[in-house]
């Protein structure tokens, strides 16, 4: 259970990640 969360907050961060730059585009 806990590999399985870890992965998927490691992936969610990722994406988290991805959608900051993205906004941070589209306000520049």
Known sequence: M???S???TK???K???L???MN???LL
């Open 24 to 26: 941070s585009t589209f």
């Open 2 to 4: 806990k590999i399985t």
């Open 6 to 8: 870890s992965i998927r």
């Open 15 to 17: 994406k988290h990640k």
């Open 11 to 13: 992936s969610g961060q």
């Open 19 to 21: 959608a900051l730059i």
